[in-house]
């Protein structure tokens, strides 16, 4: 079995490190309902757009709102509008719709990036974390050119991915499992058990390049 990897070295933000917020008390926040977009037609083609309300000041939203870009500097964040949904402290956005029953997929295309995760998170997860650092989210990721997946701030290796392009992420709600999918064989290179117990939205973590997220899709046929 894998050995699990510690976090702290990887989940950063303009040199932030995890363990400086590993003895923070850790809150929910009330969150406003976000918007649904979920096709009566079938139960696996969710559509989302990326929530700017959400999106940490050194991410910018493109392409009306599907891709996201890291700026090193960012925006000053008493430039943007103050929320509770918004994360302050991690480069972390997350999608505007919410997952409560079936199985759904997308994929995510990934430019010019060497640090960034795709996943999960329960809606109104703390905006105080890092996406994967507690049990309010599930993630795979990308850092210092291996793949991992992540929860509870403990890292576990994915092998035999290299670096592709473009990724798939299949959620079962029910079963509880969240897949990081290979498109082009297609075939599911790794799975994250879990329970999820409330609604949740896709999640994007992003520390350079760029992310285009493809929503709306059709999950491969063969996928188990």
Known sequence: ??????????????????????????????????????????????????????????????KKDTGVIYRMLGMDPSHVPDN?????????????????????????????????????????????????TNISSWVFGYAQRKWFAMTRNKMVPVTLVGKPERVGILV?????????????????????MAQFKAPLCPAFGLWDGELLTHSGLEEPEGLK
């Open 172 to 192: 079962d709600y029910e079963a509880g499992l969240l897949m990081l999918v290979d498109i082009k064989k297609p075939r599911i290179i790794h799975t994250l």
């Open 84 to 132: 509770p949904e918004r994360f302050r402290e991690w480069a972390v956005v997350f999608g505007d719709g919410k997952i409560s029953s079936g199985r759904h997929y997308w994929e995510v295309t990934v430019k010019k990036s060497q640090e960034f995760r795709l996943g999960v998170a329960e809606a109104q997860m703390s905006r105080e974390d890092c996406v994967g």
């Open 1 to 62: 079995m894998a050995a699990a990897v510690s976090a702290a070295r990887l989940c950063r933000l303009a040199g932030r490190n995890l363990s400086s917020l590993s003895a923070r008390h850790r809150r929910a926040v009330s969150l406003p309902a976000r918007r649904c977009y979920i096709s009566a037609s079938t139960g696996n083609n969710l559509q989302f757009r990326l929530d700017e309300r959400t999106a940490h000041s050194s991410l910018d939203l493109f």
